[in-house]
Protein backbone atom coordinates (compact mmCIF):
# COMPACT_ATOMS: atom_id res chain seq x y z
CA UNK A 1 0.00 0.00 0.00
CA UNK A 2 1.04 3.69 -0.58
CA UNK A 3 0.05 6.21 1.88
CA UNK A 4 -0.27 10.31 1.22
CA UNK A 5 -0.16 13.08 3.95
CA UNK A 6 -0.91 16.38 2.52
CA UNK A 7 0.63 19.34 4.22
CA UNK A 8 0.89 23.39 3.61
CA UNK A 9 -3.17 24.22 3.13
CA UNK A 10 -4.58 27.43 5.28
CA UNK A 11 -6.21 30.66 4.55
CA UNK A 12 -4.47 33.13 2.41
CA UNK A 13 -6.00 36.54 0.61
CA UNK A 14 -6.60 36.89 -2.51
CA UNK A 15 -3.24 37.38 -5.04
CA UNK A 16 -1.27 34.99 -2.44
CA UNK A 17 0.67 32.59 -2.13
CA UNK A 18 0.72 28.82 -0.79
CA UNK A 19 2.68 25.66 -1.07
CA UNK A 20 1.29 22.15 -0.05
CA UNK A 21 3.08 18.85 0.02
CA UNK A 22 2.35 15.22 -0.44
CA UNK A 23 4.32 12.67 1.52
CA UNK A 24 4.68 9.43 0.67
CA UNK A 25 5.56 6.49 2.36
CA UNK A 26 4.64 2.76 2.56
CA UNK A 27 5.25 0.80 -1.59
CA UNK A 28 6.90 3.61 -3.09
CA UNK A 29 8.76 2.02 -5.23
CA UNK A 30 5.86 1.29 -7.29
CA UNK A 31 4.36 5.17 -7.92
CA UNK A 32 4.71 6.27 -11.01
CA UNK A 33 2.91 9.24 -11.13
CA UNK A 34 1.28 11.74 -8.28
CA UNK A 35 -1.13 14.55 -8.52
CA UNK A 36 -3.66 17.10 -7.38
CA UNK A 37 -7.12 17.43 -7.17
CA UNK A 38 -8.97 19.90 -5.67
CA UNK A 39 -13.10 20.13 -4.37
CA UNK A 40 -14.85 22.79 -4.11
CA UNK A 41 -18.69 22.28 -2.04
CA UNK A 42 -20.97 21.14 -4.14
CA UNK A 43 -18.51 20.63 -6.60
CA UNK A 44 -17.07 17.39 -8.22
CA UNK A 45 -13.69 16.60 -7.95
CA UNK A 46 -11.33 18.03 -10.38
CA UNK A 47 -7.61 17.75 -12.24
CA UNK A 48 -5.05 20.26 -11.17
CA UNK A 49 -1.94 19.06 -11.98
CA UNK A 50 0.15 15.91 -11.95
CA UNK A 51 3.78 14.61 -12.46
CA UNK A 52 5.62 11.30 -12.71
CA UNK A 53 7.94 10.62 -10.05
CA UNK A 54 11.11 11.66 -11.69
CA UNK A 55 10.08 15.00 -12.81
CA UNK A 56 10.23 15.07 -16.65
CA UNK A 57 6.25 14.96 -17.68
CA UNK A 58 4.04 17.63 -16.03
CA UNK A 59 0.43 18.63 -16.83
CA UNK A 60 -2.00 21.13 -15.31
CA UNK A 61 -5.59 22.15 -16.53
CA UNK A 62 -6.22 25.52 -17.89
CA UNK A 63 -7.26 26.77 -15.14
CA UNK A 64 -3.84 27.35 -12.95
CA UNK A 65 -1.43 27.14 -15.57
CA UNK A 66 1.10 29.98 -15.15
CA UNK A 67 -0.33 30.24 -11.40
CA UNK A 68 0.59 26.77 -10.06
CA UNK A 69 3.72 24.44 -9.99
CA UNK A 70 4.25 21.15 -9.35
CA UNK A 71 7.09 19.60 -8.84
CA UNK A 72 8.92 16.21 -7.15
CA UNK A 73 11.73 15.93 -4.66
CA UNK A 74 12.61 11.86 -5.34
CA UNK A 75 15.19 12.16 -2.58
CA UNK A 76 12.22 12.64 -0.13
CA UNK A 77 9.06 10.86 -1.38
CA UNK A 78 7.52 14.25 -1.48
CA UNK A 79 5.74 16.13 -4.53
CA UNK A 80 5.19 20.02 -3.97
CA UNK A 81 2.26 21.86 -5.36
CA UNK A 82 3.22 26.07 -5.60
CA UNK A 83 0.43 28.33 -5.82
CA UNK A 84 0.74 31.76 -6.85
CA UNK A 85 -1.71 34.43 -7.66
CA UNK A 86 -4.63 32.86 -5.76
CA UNK A 87 -8.15 33.37 -6.16
CA UNK A 88 -11.36 32.56 -4.22
CA UNK A 89 -12.44 30.27 -6.91
CA UNK A 90 -9.20 28.05 -5.80
CA UNK A 91 -11.13 27.46 -2.52
CA UNK A 92 -11.24 23.71 -2.16
CA UNK A 93 -10.00 20.52 -0.80
CA UNK A 94 -7.26 20.15 -1.97
CA UNK A 95 -6.29 16.09 -2.07
CA UNK A 96 -2.99 14.26 -3.04
CA UNK A 97 -2.86 11.33 -5.37
CA UNK A 98 -0.62 8.72 -6.63
CA UNK A 99 -0.79 5.84 -8.98
CA UNK A 100 1.66 2.97 -10.58
CA UNK A 101 0.80 3.18 -13.96
CA UNK A 102 0.61 6.25 -16.17
CA UNK A 103 0.42 10.19 -16.06
CA UNK A 104 -3.10 11.04 -16.16
CA UNK A 105 -5.36 13.93 -16.01
CA UNK A 106 -8.11 10.99 -15.30
CA UNK A 107 -9.78 10.56 -10.98
CA UNK A 108 -9.93 6.79 -11.54
CA UNK A 109 -6.58 6.35 -12.68
CA UNK A 110 -5.10 7.18 -9.00
CA UNK A 111 -5.92 4.32 -6.20
CA UNK A 112 -4.24 6.28 -3.71
CA UNK A 113 -5.49 9.10 -2.00
CA UNK A 114 -4.74 11.20 0.72
CA UNK A 115 -7.00 12.61 3.14
CA UNK A 116 -7.10 16.50 2.03
CA UNK A 117 -5.90 19.99 3.41
CA UNK A 118 -8.73 22.59 2.92
CA UNK A 119 -6.81 26.32 1.03
CA UNK A 120 -9.27 29.17 1.13
CA UNK A 121 -8.90 32.33 -0.44
CA UNK A 122 -10.35 35.45 0.69
CA UNK A 123 -11.15 38.52 -1.20
Known amino acids: QVQLVESGGGLVQAGGSLRLSCAAS????????MGWFRQAPGKEREFVAA????????SYTDSVKGRFTISMDSAKNTVLLQMNSLKPEDTAVYYCAANGGQLTTILSGYPYWGRGTQVTVSS
Open 26 to 33: GRTFSVYA
Open 51 to 58: INWTGGWT
